[in-house]
């Protein structure tokens, strides 16, 4: 991929600035993550839980992710060749005042007409940032499958937005189906999980690879990318199995089961001889990242996979701990390993020293603890056990997280 002759100084500061606020949104996110856990396992009255919880997620998905991913692949546009237009900059504003008028609502009123107006900012976000970078995307020297990828990532991120626009209707209508309120939540987890944030991971990936000069078949990425993106919508059905649904959505489940899965060994195939060429090269702390992150994104595929078996499927959806497992095996496992793998491989975040390295390993080790803990609980739930500290455990986990996240974000800070 050739590179540009030129990018400003400016726009490489502003970025780096944008990367140091969206790594202390990660920080806030792990701090409403302790605040959960401390009220599971002890009695703290003052903070509603579902209240906090909401607050938690929305924050999560726009404050972090979100925000994190708008500003790498803002980041590969200006590498690309587009300098930073004062439009990103507005988009940035509006997406993080979106993102904290959500969390100071959400803590306070849970839904109502405060939240949902900060829930429409975060809305128009999106629409204005996937046409801007749409059209942006044609100025760029980015290859193939990079392009196929962000265009993909983009019209994920417009299709989830139907997810609350269905609950509205919903509320509006007086449609009491459970089945549709938590079809319409699985509906924007799934297009903000499988598509915008899956797609905008593998075209940072992709990019980054081809930035390298690594021996990537650029015809058999855009295969794997386009497998994966022609899976997407179909693999919506996965989520509904929980419902008992009729014998083609059943189908069309396992089918996209398995085109996700053939995607994944094509995935496979062009990262191993990507690795070899790797080795003896810098940024070891980034392959390590990952290559955790690319775990994680196998094990998500398989286990959607194997959701389609009934008996797997009943416990995948019988047991909210597995739910919550799911859901942050692919925030955090996958997401954010690879994020911040991505903004240390590119100089923009520093975490060089050992107190640092301690903090990313005692993130890690946290995030993993948090997983390993959620899974037991739920076996031993379907024996009939119940584990009366698993709450505490959990505790643990989210203080190690936020332990981890301090020392890189304090130095940001300054």
Not at 348 to 373: S, Y
């Given at each position: 991929?050739?590179?540009?002759?030129?990018?400003?100084?400016?726009?490489?500061?502003?970025?780096?600035?944008?990367?140091?606020?969206?790594?202390?949104?990660?920080?806030?996110?792990?701090?409403?993550?302790?605040?959960?856990?401390?009220?599971?396992?002890?009695?703290?009255?003052?903070?509603?839980?579902?209240?906090?919880?909401?607050?938690?997620?929305?924050?999560?998905?726009?404050?972090?992710?979100?925000?994190?991913?708008?500003?790498?692949?803002?980041?590969?546009?200006?590498?690309?060749?587009?300098?930073?237009?004062?439009?990103?900059?507005?988009?940035?504003?509006?997406?993080?005042?979106?993102?904290?008028?959500?969390?100071?609502?959400?803590?306070?009123?849970?839904?109502?007409?405060?939240?949902?107006?900060?829930?429409?900012?975060?809305?128009?976000?999106?629409?204005?940032?996937?046409?801007?970078?749409?059209?942006d995307?044609?100025?760029?020297?980015?290859?193939?499958?990079?392009?196929?990828?962000?265009?993909?990532?983009?019209?994920?991120?417009?299709?989830?937005?139907?997810?609350?626009?269905?609950?509205?209707?919903?509320?509006?209508?007086?449609?009491?189906?459970?089945?549709?309120?938590?079809?319409?939540?699985?509906?924007y987890?799934?297009?903000?999980?499988?598509?915008?944030?899956?797609?905008?991971?593998?075209?940072?990936?992709?990019w980054?690879?081809?930035?390298?000069?690594?021996?990537?078949?650029?015809?058999?990425?855009?295969w794997?990318?386009?497998?994966?993106?022609?899976a997407?919508?179909?693999?919506?059905?996965?989520?509904?199995?929980?419902?008992?649904?009729?014998?083609?959505?059943r189908?069309?489940?396992?089918?996209?089961?398995?085109?996700?899965?053939?995607?994944?060994?094509?995935?496979?195939?062009?990262?191993?001889?990507?690795?070899?060429?790797?080795r003896?090269?810098?940024?070891?702390?980034?392959?390590?990242?990952?290559?955790?992150?690319?775990?994680?994104?196998?094990?998500?595929?398989?286990?959607?996979?194997?959701?389609?078996?009934?008996?797997?499927?009943?416990?995948?959806?019988s047991?909210?701990?597995?739910?919550?497992?799911?859901?942050?095996?692919?925030?955090?496992?996958?997401?954010?390993?690879?994020?911040?793998?991505?903004?240390?491989?590119?100089?923009?975040?520093?975490?060089?020293?050992?107190?640092?390295?301690?903090?990313?390993?005692?993130?890690?080790?946290?995030?993993?603890?948090?997983?390993?803990?959620?899974?037991l609980?739920?076996?031993?739930a379907?024996?009939?056990?119940?584990?009366?500290?698993?709450?505490?455990?959990?505790?643990?986990?989210?203080?190690?997280?936020?332990?981890?996240?301090?020392?890189?974000?304090?130095?940001?800070?300054?």
């Amino acid at each position: 991929m050739a590179e540009p002759l030129y990018v400003r100084m400016e726009d490489t500061h502003r970025l780096k600035i944008w990367t140091r606020l969206s790594l202390i949104n990660l920080l806030i996110v792990s701090v409403l993550g302790v605040l959960l856990r401390y009220k599971g396992a002890f009695y703290f009255p003052a903070v509603d839980y579902k209240y906090l919880l909401n607050a938690h997620s929305h924050f999560a998905f726009s404050g972090w992710v979100t925000t994190a991913l708008f500003v790498a692949l803002t980041y590969v546009l200006v590498r690309s060749g587009v300098p930073l237009s004062h439009a990103y900059r507005y988009q940035f504003r509006l997406n993080q005042l979106a993102s904290f008028g959500m969390l100071v609502s959400f803590m306070i009123q849970g839904y109502g007409p405060i939240s949902i107006f900060f829930s429409a900012l975060s809305v128009i976000f999106s629409y204005w940032f996937s046409i801007r970078y749409w059209l942006d995307i044609r100025k760029s020297r980015m290859p193939p499958p990079v392009t196929a990828a962000i265009r993909l990532a983009l019209v994920f991120l417009v299709l989830s937005t139907a997810g609350p626009f269905l609950l509205a209707y919903s509320t509006s209508h007086g449609v009491r189906s459970t089945s549709f309120y938590y079809n319409s939540i699985y509906l924007y987890l799934h297009f903000q999980y499988n598509g915008w944030f899956s797609f905008g991971v593998l075209a940072l990936l992709f990019w980054t690879l081809f930035a390298g000069s690594f021996p990537i078949n650029k015809r058999l990425a855009v295969w794997t990318i386009g497998l994966m993106g022609a899976a997407c919508v179909p693999a919506y059905c996965l989520s509904l199995l929980w419902t008992a649904p009729p014998l083609w959505i059943r189908v069309t489940a396992g089918t996209a089961a398995l085109v996700q899965l053939s995607a994944l060994l094509l995935l496979v195939s062009l990262l191993w001889k990507a690795f070899v060429a790797w080795r003896g090269r810098p940024s070891r702390l980034a392959v390590i990242l990952w290559g955790l992150s690319f775990s994680a994104l196998a094990l998500k595929i398989v286990l959607q996979a194997l959701s389609v078996i009934p008996t797997l499927g009943r416990f995948a959806f019988s047991f909210r701990p597995v739910i919550i497992a799911y859901l942050h095996l692919v925030l955090l496992a996958f997401v954010t390993f690879f994020l911040i793998g991505f903004f240390s491989a590119e100089n923009m975040l520093d975490i060089r020293g050992p107190i640092k390295r301690a903090g990313l390993a005692a993130f890690i080790t946290g995030v993993f603890a948090n997983e390993c803990i959620l899974l037991l609980q739920s076996l031993m739930a379907t024996r009939g056990i119940a584990w009366m500290s698993a709450p505490y455990f959990l505790f643990a986990a989210a203080l190690c997280m936020f332990a981890g996240l301090l020392p890189l974000t304090t130095g940001r800070i300054k």
